[in-house]
């Protein structure tokens, strides 16, 4: 299972960007996906979670300091998930990171429920 994260960049505060995750057709189906990041000199945290199959919007999750702001979405056709970030503040900076975890697992915004790492993404807002 691979994973390929891109979209990271350098935006002002109140801005906007959009990562993307690029998965392998395996991963697919049977799996939940999630964001997590990791900002400067902090451990990695829990940013959203969705399942590939269903109805992604019920079954979404967010971190409280995200909620509202960022939404995250999939595309089947693609094999690719997104997180749309809007308001963005200069507390988002960090590496994000997307991964992946089998259907069934527990414990979603915890990443060691995750066995599948993409390779990070820089965000950087600027005040």
């Known amino acids: 299972v691979q994973l390929q994260a891109s979209g990271g960049g350098l935006v002002q505060a109140g801005g906007s960007l959009r990562l993307s995750c690029a998965t392998s057709r395996r991963t697919s189906r049977y799996y939940y996906m999630g964001w997590f990041r990791q900002p400067p000199g902090k451990e990695r945290e829990f940013v959203a979670t969705i399942p590939w199959s269903g109805d992604s919007t019920y079954y979404a999750d967010y971190a409280d300091s995200v909620k509202g702001r960022f939404t995250m979405s999939r595309d089947n056709a693609k094999n690719t998930v997104y997180l749309q970030m809007n308001s963005l503040k200069p507390e988002d900076t960090a590496v994000y990171y997307c991964?992946?975890?089998?259907?069934?697992?527990?414990?979603?915004?915890?990443?060691?429920?995750?066995?599948?790492w993409g390779q990070g993404t820089q965000v950087t807002v600027s005040s």
């Open positions: 991964a992946a975890a089998p259907f069934g697992s527990e414990s979603l915004r915890h990443p060691v429920t995750y066995t599948y």
